[in-house]
């Protein structure tokens, strides 16, 4: 009796503890710190959501790269919880990006942001390897750029096997050595999530669904995150799956290179009208659900908000996100304007707003995320 005991003690101890366990990447030979930021956002996902911003730390609607400067400071006192970076050009070896932002100063606020404690994620908007090649006098935007649609061989182009295949691998190349120069000061690569062929329901993007085809798509995932794991032992990413708006689970996953290489579910989606909340709500809805089987991270890695509506913030998108386990929030680049100096920034519009999204329990910034200390738990 006491030896049944005991093994139906030490069993439901052993349930609890494994019910215990935190997941992990998709890389397994992904560094600690890689790990723990892992963890520590898939808790957090539970806690609240953090507040993102693309290129916050770049610059403004009124200025340009100082650097302790931020938008979001500006208007909260404290910096988002996530700061976004774009290096679309870095294929070009390129000193600056498309949004003509320095690569080095770049990388030296991704630097920053780190040693303040917040999370960092990288999107990559990188120009069309194929269409780039062809000889156009007449060319202009968006020729050879990332949404330049108008070819559909260009995935197949630059997979093994294809025209372009060297090109990409160079282009490959040049992004892993930027990835490689991200360490702190003791020499830690730092973590960060990786966002690369984003909206692919959307096709205006080169890598869109009626752009390639679904296996297509999937292998150009799979070719990319195995150069950077395998062929350059880079193992201080976080890869993010992402679509643009989707109504079903079935239409999201079209393409998705599985659960070995992802870590992370995520949807873009902007307010376009009325239908946008509902619409939201649905689709956090299967993707949170999904990833909590397949024991991912989620985001609302782009949102914006609906033209000439002063309190979006507070009665759009707050209420749906605080039904899910949504990662994190972030809205796209306050794209700097000289002529916005004179006339003040079109930031002050929703600012009284914005304060109630910060003010709110559910929302995290910099400050609430620095106490989680997400690259190193006790
Ligand atoms: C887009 C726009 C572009 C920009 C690109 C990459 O959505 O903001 O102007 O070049 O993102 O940041």
Request: negative net charge; glycine residues 6%.
């Amino acid at each position: 009796m006491k030896t049944l005991n005991l093994i139906i003690v030490l069993t439901v101890f052993t349930l609890c503890n494994f019910g215990e366990k935190l997941p992990v990447p998709a890389d397994k030979k992904a560094t600690k710190e890689t790990v723990i930021l892992f963890q520590s956002l898939y808790e957090l996902k539970n806690k609240g959501v953090m507040y993102g911003h693309q290129d916050d730390l770049m610059y403004g609607f009124t200025w340009w790269y100082e650097k302790e400067r931020s938008d979001t400071k500006e208007l909260t006192g404290d910096y988002p919880a996530v700061a976004g970076f774009e290096l679309g050009h870095i294929e070009l070896g390129s000193e600056r990006s498309l949004d003509s932002v320095s690569f080095v100063q770049i990388a030296e606020q991704i630097k920053m942001h780190y040693s303040r404690g917040g999370v960092i994620t990288v999107s990559w908007h990188l120009n069309n390897p194929f269409t780039m090649q062809i000889r156009d006098t007449l060319s202009a935007w968006p020729h050879g750029s990332a949404w330049d649609v108008s070819s559909t061989e260009v995935v197949s182009s630059i997979l093994p096997g294809g025209k372009y295949h060297e090109l990409f691998n160079t282009w490959l190349e040049k992004l892993a050595t930027f990835f490689i120069g991200l360490k702190d000061e003791r020499g830690i690569p730092i973590p960060f999530i990786f966002r690369p062929f984003h909206e692919h329901s959307g096709s205006f993007f080169w890598w869109g669904t009626n752009i390639c085809t679904d296996q297509e798509y999937s292998a150009l995932w799979r070719y990319t995150v195995e150069f950077l794991r395998e062929k350059k032992n880079i193992h201080n990413i976080l890869y993010a799956y992402n679509t643009d708006r989707v109504t079903s689970l079935e239409q999201y996953m079209r393409g998705y290179p599985g659960d070995d290489i992802i870590d992370m579910l995520s949807l873009d989606m902007y307010d376009r009208g009325e239908q946008f909340g509902a619409e939201l709500d649905n689709a956090l809805g299967f993707i949170t659900k999904d990833a909590a089987s397949r024991n991912k991270l989620t985001a609302l890695s782009e949102t914006g908000e609906r033209r000439g509506m002063p309190d979006w913030w507070s009665s759009v998108l707050l209420p749906v996100v605080s039904k899910y386990p949504v990662g994190y929030v972030l809205t796209w680049r306050n794209t700097y304007n000289s002529k916005f100096s004179v006339s003040g920034s079109p930031f002050q519009f929703y600012q009284a707003d914005f304060k109630n999204f910060y003010n709110s329990a559910r929302t995290l910034f910099l400050k609430e995320v620095k106490e989680e200390n997400v690259y190193k738990r006790k």
